[in-house]
């Protein structure tokens, strides 16, 4: 299974980015998705799910209303629409797949696989 993220980079405070994370080894419609973050000396907390099917998705408060996540069953691949960015949104997003998994607020000790992260940097 491979999960490759992609799309990071450095944009000022108030850009946009967009994440893509494309999956295989797996069948994509069988696992929820996730977008995870890592600043430095922090732990790895949850951003956004998408359940199986995308229809039901979930954000973390801090996310709410700037990022969407969305994904193409038929492309394998899964993404986040990053809006509004602020410089504490600053860290290593990655991706991770729950096997017959919901819509849910998912610690990372819930996901079954994950892929390498990208980095994205907000500047003030």
């Known amino acids: 299974v491979q999960l490759q993220a992609s799309g990071g980079g450095s944009v000022q405070d108030g850009g946009s980015l967009r994440l893509s994370c494309a999956a295989s080894?797996?069948?994509?419609?069988?696992?929820?998705m996730a977008w995870f973050r890592q600043a430095p000396e922090k732990e790895r907390e949850f951003v956004a799910s998408?359940?199986?099917?995308?229809?039901?998705?979930n954000y973390a408060d801090a996310v709410q209303g700037r990022f969407s996540v969305s994904r193409d069953n038929a492309k394998n691949t899964v993404y986040l629409q990053m809006n509004s960015l602020r410089p504490e949104d600053s860290a290593v997003y990655y991706c991770?797949?729950?096997?017959?998994?919901?819509?849910?607020?998912?610690?990372?000790?819930?996901?079954?696989?994950w892929g390498k992260g990208t980095q994205v940097t907000v500047s003030s």
């Open positions: 080894g797996l069948t994509f419609s069988s696992y929820a």
């Open positions: 998408i359940n199986r099917n995308g229809f039901r998705r």
């Open positions: 991770a797949a729950r096997f017959n998994g919901g819509n849910f607020m998912y610690s990372p000790d819930g996901m079954n696989y």
